[in-house]
């Protein structure tokens, strides 16, 4: 009961510098480049809180990111609906914590926060089904390394000191 209790403590996330930032007004929770990473997040030329909004950073959508994956074997949400339109479309994961639970993407294919952002700066793969908020976008070395940076400010630090 108690290793059960641990994990689901690691569930609640809202005290992050994130939080500090955003809902609290707190202009030293972030560096300046994490600051610039925020502002490359929620940008429209990036699309990034497109899909990850709100408290949660999810809009709890299914979407395909143009990820290489073997959709025969895993079609994502096609397996569900049968929909045809619905091959390659994942759930869009909360970015809460997001530093702590690598690898990434629905299949563990990206080891590293800089792998998945270098997918997303090089639009994906080429798929039909491909959502249109993934393209390739213009950032440089340093604004990548910004955005990541940004990521990590998502971690409440509370769940560091918790064993799930």
């Not at 639970?101 to 629905?106: C, E, I, L, V």
């Not at 491909?130 to 340093?142: G, M, N, T």
Request: glycine share 8%; aromatic share 8%.
């Amino acid at each position: 009961t108690r290793a059960i209790a641990c994990y689901e403590r690691t569930l609640v996330s809202g005290w992050s510098r994130y939080d500090r930032y955003v809902y609290e007004g707190d202009q030293n929770a972030l560096t300046d480049q994490e600051r610039h990473g925020y502002e490359l997040f929620t940008s429209a030329s990036t699309g990034c809180s497109g899909c990850h909004n709100g408290h949660s950073l999810s809009d709890h959508s299914f979407r395909n990111v143009g990820l290489a994956t073997d959709l025969v074997a895993d079609p994502g949400r096609q397996r569900i609906t049968l929909d045809p339109a619905d091959r390659g479309k994942f759930k869009v994961p909360t970015l809460r914590n997001v530093a702590l639970t690598a690898p990434y993407m629905h299949d563990g294919s990206l080891a590293t926060l800089d792998a998945v952002v270098a997918h997303f700066v090089g639009g994906g793969t080429e798929d039909p089904l491909k959502d249109p908020l993934v393209h390739p976008l213009d950032l440089s070395a340093q604004d990548q390394a910004d955005l990541v940076a940004f990521l990590h400010t998502l971690t409440d630090d509370r769940s560091l000191d918790q064993v799930p």
